[in-house]
Nanobody, 127 residues
Framework: QVQLVESGGGSVQAGGSLRLSCVAS????????LGWFRQAPGKEREGVAG????????NYADSVKGRFTISKDNAKNTLFLLMNNLKPEDTAMYYC????????????????????WGQGTQVTVSS
């Protein structure tokens, strides 16, 4: 059973930066498609960034392109999301998620195709 634990959330002012981390256990992250999702109050969960199995390809939501960077360290089974130039509209609960390559894609970032989820970490950006 895959377990995911996020950390790194917090409160920052607009223009600030945060780095989220997600440690995976129970399965090698090198065999999983990984992604970051977020959900703001009253809104649906949306894909933010995804990364393929070997870490060589990434995908980003248009709203975060150029500001967020997803990366992974397979040796440490850890996924990262570096968030720069944060905006108030980035305020949300951020979730790390994983899925098998035959089930989900880092390109589509469809939450329904991601099997394993962390508990979430809150990011709050004030203006």
């Amino acid at each position: 059973q895959v377990q995911l634990v996020e950390s790194g959330g917090g409160s920052v002012q607009a223009g600030g930066s945060l780095r989220l981390s997600c440690v995976a256990s129970g399965y090698a992250s090198s065999n999983l498609v990984l992604g970051w999702f977020r959900q703001a109050p009253g809104k649906e969960r949306e894909g933010v960034a995804g990364i393929n199995v070997n870490g060589g390809s990434t995908n980003y939501a248009d709203s975060v392109k150029g500001r967020f960077t997803i990366s992974k360290d397979n040796a440490k089974n850890t996924l990262f999301l570096l968030m720069n130039n944060l905006k108030p509209e980035d305020t949300a609960m951020y979730y790390c998620a994983a899925t098998n390559p035959w089930r989900g894609s880092y390109r589509s970032l469809n939450p329904k195709t991601f099997t394993y989820w962390g508990q979430g970490t809150q990011v709050t950006v004030s203006s």
